[in-house]
T-cell receptor, first 112, second 111 residues
């Protein structure tokens, strides 16, 4: 059984803290994605990556950075968390040439 | 924005009834996908329909695509309480390698 996993299901941080969310997949997928999901807004793409050390901005990259040092890991970093970054964060992966995405269970981040 | 829009936002039906959800989008697409999300969980891929296809079936799911109207529908037949979830459409635009998700339809199936 292969899954996209995340660091932890629920996370509470304070304004200004650095937040590190890690996505790990064991499906040997080339493509990895980070989304945030907010009520009434659906899923919005933050960053994605098609290869190791490669990254592309999505629709809402401001306030976020990413790192992909290994094929199986795609990390989302909030350098200085703010309350408007309180959200559900979802990671997904897909194989090269196929955009059917496999999602992890998500991390609900609360920034106080 | 290429984001799709689902209609209705919420749907409540009795077990055994059929559920129909609609998705509209704005730009040309390579394919359209439907995903399901149980409360507080990640999304699960249900079905993909390509732009040159008009209808596709998978078990109790039937998806249609009308590219002239830029719309798609997802039909779940003989619904079960376990079908209770949110359903999202996602479009892959031409020249794009990522998906654009709609805001979802919340389906409740009453036992």
């Amino acid at each position: 059984d292969v899954k996209v996993t995340r660091s932890s299901r629920y996370l509470v941080k304070r304004t200004g803290e650095k937040v590190f969310l890690e996505c790990v997949q064991d499906m040997d997928h080339e493509n990895m994605f980070w989304y945030r999901q907010d009520p009434g807004l659906g899923l919005r793409l933050i960053y994605f990556s098609y290869d190791v050390k490669m990254k592309e901005k999505g629709d809402i990259p401001e306030g976020y950075s990413v790192s992909r040092e290994k094929k199986e890991r795609f990390s989302l970093i909030l350098e200085s968390a703010s309350t408007n970054q309180t959200s559900m964060y979802l990671c997904a992966s897909s194989p090269w040439g196929n955009n059917e995405q496999f999602f992890g269970p998500g991390t609900r981040l609360t920034v106080l | 924005s290429q984001q799709g829009e689902e209609d209705p936002q919420a749907l409540s039906i009795q077990e055994g009834e059929n559920a129909t959800m609609n998705c509209s989008y704005k730009t040309s697409i390579n394919n359209l996908q439907w995903y399901r999300q149980n409360s507080g969980r990640g999304l699960v891929h249900l079905i993909l329909i390509r732009s040159n296809e008009r209808e596709k079936h998978s078990g109790r799911l039937r998806v249609t695509l009308d590219t002239s109207k830029k719309s798609s529908s997802l039909l779940i037949t003989a619904s079960r309480a376990a079908d209770t979830a949110s359903y999202f459409c996602a479009t892959e635009g031409t020249g794009a390698n990522n998906l654009f998700f709609g805001t979802g339809t919340r389906l409740t199936v009453i036992p």
